[in-house]
């Protein structure tokens, strides 16, 4: 059964810092990975989607890499700003593409 | 659009009631599903719809019931609930599959209590 991890559970960092947020699932047999961002009360965002053959994807200030075969993933986050601070959740959808395991988070908080 | 809403926020049960969770969207997704969020655990799937009229379990189905007459409407029955589901409940959508190679959108979720 596919686990999903992330460390750390939680992390906080002065304003202007850049920082990486760690994925790591347990079945290499992945479609593809997808982070997202979670504001208190509020629903998940889409950040980046990462296919199984594709090492890394970039958005502005993010770049999400790949390695299925450490099963690992990480999220870049480049000067970070206090409007970054939300939990970041990764999620991975099997090969049979039809159930994404979500990992539990990363609570980040960006001081001004 | 609105994207994808959900109806109510917040809903307090006693242990035995019914209720529906309302989701729709006004995307024209043919994909759309149901998870609920605990603390500590992420997100599980609960049930998933490729298209209107098909329905299948995900990873905790036990005691909800879903049906999908259209594209837009997904709801979401608690038959007789229970404390233990208690939680945060979220749909989401997605243009074709679960999120193949688009980008799953989610609604703002209802907040659970059962006592």
């Known amino acids: 059964k596919q686990e999903v991890t992330q460390i750390p559970a939680a992390l906080s960092v002065p304003e202007g810092e850049n920082l990486v947020l760690n994925c790591s699932f347990t079945d290499s047999a992945i479609y593809n990975l997808q982070w997202f961002r979670q504001d208190p009360g509020k629903g998940l965002t889409s950040l980046l989607l990462?296919?199984?053959?594709?090492r890394e994807q970039t958005s502005g200030r993010l770049n999400a890499s790949l390695d299925k075969s450490s099963g690992r993933s990480t999220l870049y986050i480049a000067a970070s700003q206090p409007g970054d601070s939300a939990t970041y959740l990764c999620?991975?959808?099997?090969?049979?593409?039809?159930?994404?395991?979500f990992g539990p988070g990363t609570r980040l908080s960006v001081l001004p | 659009n609105a994207g994808v809403t959900q109806t109510p926020k917040f809903q307090v049960l006693k242990t035995g009631q019914s209720m529906t969770l309302q989701c729709a969207q006004d995307?024209?997704?043919?994909?759309m599903s149901w998870y609920r969020q605990d603390p500590g655990m992420g997100l599980r799937l609960i049930h998933y719809s490729v298209g209107a009229g098909i329905t299948d379990q995900g990873e905790v189905p036990n005691g909800y019931n879903v049906s999908r007459s259209t594209t837009e409407d997904f709801p979401l029955r608690l038959l007789s609930a229970a404390p233990s589901q208690t939680s945060v409940y979220f749909c989401a959508s997605s243009l074709t599959g679960q999120g193949r190679s688009d980008t799953q959108y989610f609604g703002p979720g209802t907040r659970l209590t059962v006592l």
């Open positions: 999620a991975v959808l099997d090969n049979y593409g039809q159930n994404f395991v």
């Open positions: 995307m024209n997704h043919e994909y």
């Open positions: 990462i296919q199984s053959s594709q």
